[in-house]
Structures are given as structure tokens and as C-alpha cells.
């Protein structure tokens, strides 16, 4: 079982900077991507960003240019972080961080328990 644990969340004002970290441990396979989606209130869970183990990146677009992820491996443990720069009140939201473990034909995804992310404006 895939434990991740997140960090960094907060309050800030428009047009601030937050980072966010996520540490996945307790796998037994190779992790192949990880990834932040975001939960605001209302609405669905959706795309910030992908990063596979090679390092290829994936953005929603409303992210690019704006949001950076990363990605570093230390002994066992796998981390990824989100560098979120011009933050809009409309950024709000609860961030999830995500892990996927692709065997074969089967897919596995594991998430986080979310932190919040305030903008004011």
C-alpha cells in the first residue's frame, strides 16, 4: 500500500507563491507517475500537473507557465513537488497529490488526503 503525505498548503494573496510537497512510501512496485489535482468547492476533481519517474511533465493549460512540477527519489521514498507562482483566487482549492503504478494491464492510483490552498484576492 502506497502512503502519501502532503505538505505546504496555505493562505497567501494573489499573485504569491506556494509550494507543495508530496512523500509516497510503502510500495512495493516502482511508482510511474505522480501527480497534484485540485478540488474546489462545486466543482470536480481535475488536472494540475503529471510527472513520470523519467521526469516528462503534463500540464492542464489554465497551469502552464504558472505552475511547476517536479519530482526527486531518495532511497525509498519518492517525492514530487508543485512550485504554484501568480496564484489567483480562482487557484482555491483542495490540492490532491496522486500515485500511479501501471503492471501490465492494470492501473493502480493512490491519492493523498488533500491540503488547502487559499488565495485572497
Known amino acids: 500500500q502506497v502512503q502519501l503525505v502532503e505538505s505546504g498548503g496555505g493562505l497567501v494573496q494573489a499573485g504569491g507563491s506556494l509550494r507543495l510537497s508530496c512523500a509516497a512510501s510503502?510500495?512495493?512496485?516502482?511508482?510511474?507517475?505522480m501527480g497534484w489535482y485540485r478540488q474546489a468547492p462545486g466543482n470536480q476533481r481535475e488536472l494540475v500537473a503529471t510527472i513520470t519517474s523519467g521526469g516528462s511533465t503534463n500540464y492542464a493549460d489554465s497551469m502552464k507557465g504558472r505552475f511547476t512540477i517536479t519530482n526527486s527519489r531518495d532511497n525509498a521514498k519518492n517525492t514530487v513537488y508543485l512550485q504554484m507562482n501568480s496564484l489567483k483566487p480562482e487557484d482555491t482549492a483542495v490540492y490532491y497529490c496522486?500515485?500511479?503504478?501501471?503492471?501490465?494491464?492494470?492501473?493502480?492510483?493512490?491519492w493523498g488526503q488533500g491540503t488547502q490552498v487559499t488565495v485572497s484576492s
Open positions: 496522486s500515485a500511479h503504478i501501471f503492471l501490465g494491464l492494470e492501473r493502480y492510483d493512490y
Open positions: 510503502g510500495s512495493r512496485f516502482s511508482i510511474n507517475a
